[in-house]
């Protein structure tokens, strides 16, 4: 998954670098990137142009073997739509400026997005298409938000769990300590002898002498 992204960001790049014309304001598409998305969530492509002669446009999927999403025929508004995608787009707007929903994505859905215009060179009496600038869309399985949630709630968990412990060892050690000074106090305590001499009466006076 992390080669993908690299691979999405050097597209990025290197569609800055090319001279289209989306630099000259005549074909716009928004946004850049669309990241930190969860599963099955949706991601809208905005494209639009104020080129003349317009017939149709492409959205295409530039990593994936360049497929095509869709077709809009700019003269009726009627959609070609690629099987995969036939119940997880939606389209708004008008000629010429489209908005594209794309709806259930997947990890797999990570790529870079582009819309293609075809133009009637009346000069030529040709076709020619233009492109305009890649919007990124990385699919995440899981929120950042979420694991940052689980973590501190995890932490405060273990935190409590470590302060309960704390609490229990120091109260553990307290009460070993007072048991042992007071069986030590009890162990050398003085005790009366029991083996008293009795001297009697008669023997009293020559004790003296």
């Not at 859905?109 to 215009?117: A, G, Q, V």
């Not at 042992?180 to 305590?189: F, I, L, V």
Request: proline fraction near 2%; charged fraction near 20%.
């Amino acid at each position: 998954m992390e080669s993908l992204h690299w691979i999405c960001l050097l597209g990025f790049f290197s569609t800055q670098a090319v001279c289209t014309w989306s630099e000259q304001h005549l074909i716009l598409q928004s946004p850049k990137a669309i990241s930190l998305m969860k599963v099955n969530s949706t991601a809208s492509i905005k494209c639009s142009s104020k080129m003349h002669n317009l017939v149709g446009l492409y959205l295409k999927r530039r990593f994936y073997s360049d497929t095509e999403i869709l077709y809009v025929s700019l003269s009726n508004l009627k959609t070609n739509i690629n099987k995969m995608y036939q119940h997880r787009h939606s389209m708004t707007g008008q000629c010429c400026d489209f908005t594209f929903h794309l709806s259930q994505l997947m990890v797999e859905d990570s790529d870079s997005y582009y819309c293609s215009w075809r133009q009637i060179n009346t000069q030529k009496m040709d076709a020619e298409t233009y492109q305009s600038e890649d919007t990124i869309i990385i699919v995440r399985e899981r929120d950042p938000k979420d694991d940052c949630e689980r973590n501190v709630t995890m932490y405060r968990i273990l935190f409590l769990l470590g302060f309960t412990g704390l609490l229990i060892i120091v109260s553990l050690l307290a009460g070993l300590m007072v048991w042992c000074c007071t069986r030590a106090k009890q162990a050398y305590s003085p005790r009366k002898s029991h083996n008293q001499f009795c001297i009697c009466p008669q023997h009293s006076a020559s004790l003296l002498y």
